[in-house]
């Protein structure tokens, strides 16, 4: 009976130890601990950089056109700057603008330099005789003429001159002094009876200085008295 016993008690023994490793067997193994990841080292973005708009830099620059002048100016409707005229009361004499500062300047008078009345224009400014004017200045012989000059700067300005030749060839020659290319032209009239026009100049500089205007008799075709002729200037 005891022999019978313990061999039931070993058959069980063994049945619960094979039953144990098949329960361990079918469970899960446990996951391993989760390990946070590193994070990634961040990349930047490229950000387009904001930079201050470039401002356009002033250049040297002087464009001139030649125009047939009208048959009546307004030199106080043009010249909202400045403006001058020459030679109603004398070879030597001015009309100016009295709030223009002088800015248009003529450099020191040569000779010969006499008045005419010869202008087919009629020149007007407040206080002007009714009806305008024809008179300016008139320069006899090659190589003698008229120089000018106005404020140049970074800003746009315009300057018309009303010049003209009697039996001669002028000259006309501009050029800034802060730099860049100078301007020439010519205007040439044979007949008896003087020849005019105007130049309108537009310009503008790299920084402060003048533009120098060189109005000079090239060429004369008239022994006696050959020359170019300055009426008028207006600055705006």
Request: proline share 8%; net charge negative.
């Amino acid at each position: 009976m005891a022999v019978v016993l313990a061999g039931v008690l070993a058959v069980l023994t063994v049945g619960w130890v094979i039953h144990e490793r098949v329960t361990r067997d079918d469970e899960p193994a446990p996951a391993p601990p989760t390990i946070a990841a590193a994070p990634a080292e961040q990349i930047p973005i490229p950000v387009p950089s904001v930079s201050a708009t470039p401002s356009m830099t002033p250049v040297n620059q002087i464009v001139v056109e030649q125009v047939p002048p009208g048959k009546k100016v307004d030199l106080a409707d043009e010249g909202e700057t400045d403006w001058v005229h020459w030679g109603e009361q004398g070879r030597y004499s001015l009309e100016r603008d009295s709030d223009g500062g002088f800015a248009i300047l003529e450099g020191t008078p040569g000779e010969p330099r006499v008045r005419h009345t010869a202008s087919p224009q009629r020149f007007t400014w407040p206080g002007a005789p009714s009806g305008g004017v024809t008179s300016g200045i008139t320069t006899c012989g090659t190589g003698h003429g008229f120089i000018l000059s106005a404020p140049a700067d970074t800003g746009s300005h315009t300057l018309r001159l009303y010049v003209g030749a009697m039996q001669a060839r002028g000259e006309l020659r501009l050029e800034l002094s802060t730099g860049g290319k100078a301007y020439t032209d010519t205007f040439t009239s044979r007949g008896a009876s003087m020849g005019t026009t105007a130049y309108v100049v537009s310009y503008r500089a790299t920084g402060t200085g003048k533009i120098s205007i060189k109005w000079i008799t090239g060429a004369t075709f008239d022994e006696n008295c050959g020359g170019v002729a300055l009426q008028a200037a207006t600055l705006s």
